[in-house]
């Protein structure tokens, strides 16, 4: 297995096209047109590579993370983030946060405690679990879950690698 590095590295030789063949669980006619195909290179940055159809129309291939792409030198898998549980340190600084909110909401019950959830994750060692915004590739989502760049989740893109 190679690595993401691998595949840029192949990627910015020039020696790469790409062809997808499935985009979340749709295959053949199900995939819009401007992306059918066998698509060249056409440039790379440090979290994307941009590909061209046979028109010189460009689309973004984003890589959020390392550990979400799969990549063998004749295919390449991209995942989506995957959920995962909380840590005991995360589901600590909730009970925590729970905690200073229902004793604000004690003192000043028609108050508003956005600020004060705003300042407290932003100071806490996961400052993810304020729920507004991913921070370090992590969200809370409020179901209890973790959306971590770290973890994989479903297969959203699949292509065949052509050699040249």
Excluded at 1 to 12: E, G, S, Y
Excluded at 136 to 150: A, E, P, T
Aim: proline share 2%; charged share 35%; glycine share 8%.
């Amino acid at each position: 297995m190679k690595t993401l590095a691998d595949f840029k590295r192949d990627a910015a030789s020039g020696k790469i096209k790409l062809e997808l063949v499935e985009r979340y669980g749709k295959t053949g006619e199900e995939i819009p047109e401007r992306i059918r195909g066998i698509r060249t290179v056409s440039r790379i940055n440090t979290v994307a590579i941009f590909l061209a159809n046979e028109d010189g129309v460009e689309s973004e291939l984003r890589f959020d993370s390392a550990k979400l792409v799969e990549y063998d030198g004749k295919s390449l898998t991209i995942y989506e983030r995957g959920e995962r549980d909380l840590t005991e340190q995360e589901q600590k600084i909730l009970a925590d946060w729970q905690k200073i909110e229902d004793d604000y909401y004690k003192q000043n019950p028609y108050g508003n405690s956005y600020w004060k959830r705003k300042d407290y994750f932003k100071r806490c060692p996961c400052p993810w679990l304020s729920g507004y915004e991913t921070v370090r590739g992590k969200y809370y989502n409020y179901k209890g879950k973790i959306l971590d760049n770290q973890v994989r989740g479903n297969a959203i893109l699949k292509y065949n690698v052509y050699a040249q």
